[in-house]
């Protein structure tokens, strides 16, 4: 039986500069799901992403009724954890529908907004093949980038000898943001259970 378990919490505030912040969500996956590259991973996304990302789902899926996003409210305030809890728990909703439909599964931002960290226009660059990695190489290197999961990264090692494992390769011009060194994400026990 094939499963897709979708997590979004932690929410972290971000400072973007002195006078801006927002609020950052984990979405941690774990699936045994054919679709999908990697098989746990967990990445760090912002509202205005999961905008992007419905967007674009839907201009792909003319004919499929996307399930909405939590409203953008102008009384939106980041600093009141029922506001924040409630958007959290809508963008969990969102993602749990999209990733049980086969049709949005097989477009190719969906796998880079949920197993990597790059920008939206840098998801877009590689989905219309103007990067030198595939979709496929940016989540392996971001996988490999972001070492959080203990069992993947032994799986990883058997195949390679110590001195490969040690070394990262730059050479496929990926360029993660900083959140996917520090997302600090971790398979959480009950997510492992499903």
Known sequence: QEFVTVLVRDPRTQKEDSWHSYIDYEIFIHT??????RKTS??????????????????????IQLPELPSKTPFFNMNNPHHVDHRRQGLQE???KIVQDTLLLSDS???????????????????????????ADAIH??????????????ERKKGKNDAD?????????LRPSDDSISCGCKASPASEES
């Open 94 to 96: 969102f993602l749990e």
């Open 141 to 154: 290197e971001f996988a490999s980038l972001n070492r959080r999961f203990p069992i993947e990264d032994e």
């Open 32 to 37: 045994n799901s054919m679709c999908f590259t």
């Open 109 to 135: 931002r969906l796998h880079l907004f949920l197993q990597t960290q790059l920008s939206p226009e840098d998801m877009e660059a590689c989905v219309s093949g103007q990067t030198k990695y595939s979709v």
């Open 165 to 173: 494992s040690d070394s990262e390769s730059s050479s496929s011009g």
């Open 42 to 63: 967990c990445v760090r996304r912002r509202f205005r992403e999961f905008v992007w990302l419905r967007q674009r789902l839907q201009s792909n899926a003319v004919l």
